[in-house]
């Protein structure tokens, strides 16, 4: 069985946040899903668990971070191509993200960034593996 993994995410508005990345396309299980916590699907191994901020806190004795303030991570996800990066970056945008930097293309990698509605750094990155410039050893 392939490792999954579930990123914990704190959101001021659970209902906002449901509705700006429905408009992503992202899907949620209603069986992980309640007026506390959703679970956000992003693939067969990768589950997105957007928590009010309220509840994020019975886990943790650390305080809780604004991320319009401070970064606590940057969540990258791969794309199928350039339009494929620039489409989410367009619907995030369409739906109140911001952008905090402009695309970087590398030529064999592309990447575009946005802030979510509560600050959280989201990056999608398509990369050219047979366009990747060869390891040199020093």
Known sequence: MATQIFVNLAVSDLNKSVEFFTKLGYTFNPKFTDEKATCMIISDTIYMMLLTRTFFQTFTQKEIIDAHKAIETSIALSADS???????????????????????????????SFDDLDGHHWEYVWMDPNGMPEHQDS
């Open 82 to 112: 350039k339009d494929e990066v620039n489409a989410m970056v367009d619907k995030a945008v369409a739906a109140g993200a911001t952008i905090p930097n402009p695309s970087t293309d590398y030529g064999f990698m592309y990447q575009h």
